[in-house]
């Protein structure tokens, strides 16, 4: 059971590139996020989905694209990278209910040069 | 929206000693639920104990226990015998019942050391 599979686990880009985080989950899981992990500010989610073909912004979605096509896969696309995206991604998944934690892939680490 | 609060930026404490992190949060929701999440230098996030907030009685994982105050709107996580391998940044979280899929609000964290 790999739990949440998350490639790469670090990436250069320079200022404009765009690039795709891939997180993929084998626990059937509704419920699936993106959040960066920046210093002194906690995990800020990016966008979330509850299911395949729905996706929602969270709190910090300016520059990033989602899309949910089936239940395993939730990819976070950068569309033109910036400085301000140096950061460190989690993607997470867990059952939609209030009572289940997330579980964590193991993070990518971005600098944007 | 639901906001939560780690006051400590980092603690310290020494190898069998005891520690406590505090985690306040705000939120108009009755039922809900509390997290810690431990996440060491390998940067992996762990969950570590959680709380319903309609049980009265406070969690408890081995070392970890937590005192839930929900009046107060606090959630603190001690850990006792403290050891080498607790050295993290410790994370508080808040997930509530909700259409949003139940999304999870994180604290700042706290920085923990723990010296031998």
């Known amino acids: 059971n790999a739990g949440v599979t998350q490639t790469p686990k670090f990436q250069v880009l320079k200022t404009g590139q765009s690039m795709t985080l891939q997180c993929a989950q084998d626990m059937n899981h509704e419920y699936m996020s993106w959040y960066r992990q920046d210093p002194g500010m906690g995990l800020r989610l990016i966008h979330y989905s509850v299911g395949a073909g729905i996706t929602d912004q969270g709190e910090v979605p300016n520059g990033y694209n989602v899309s949910r096509s089936t239940t395993e896969d939730f990819p976070l696309r950068l569309l033109s990278a910036a400085p301000s995206q140096t950061s460190v991604y989690f993607c997470a998944s867990s059952y939609s209910t209030y009572n289940s934690p997330l579980h964590f892939g193991n993070g990518t680490r971005l600098t944007v040069t | 929206a639901q906001t939560v609060t780690q006051s400590q930026p980092e603690m310290s404490v020494q190898e069998a000693e005891t520690v406590t992190l505090s985690c306040t949060y705000d939120?108009?929701?009755?039922?809900?639920?509390l997290f810690w999440y431990k996440q060491p230098p390998s940067r992996q996030m762990i969950l570590v104990i959680r709380q319903e907030a309609y049980k009265q009685q406070n969690a408890t994982e081995n070392r970890f226990s937590v005192n839930f105050q929900k009046a107060a709107k606090s959630f603190s996580l001690k850990i006792s015998d403290s050891q080498l391998g607790d050295a993290a940044m410790y994370f508080c979280a808040y997930r509530a019942p909700g259409t949003s899929g139940s999304r999870l609000t994180f604290g700042e964290g706290t920085q923990l050391t723990v010296n031998p």
């Open positions: 939120t108009s929701e009755s039922d809900y639920y």
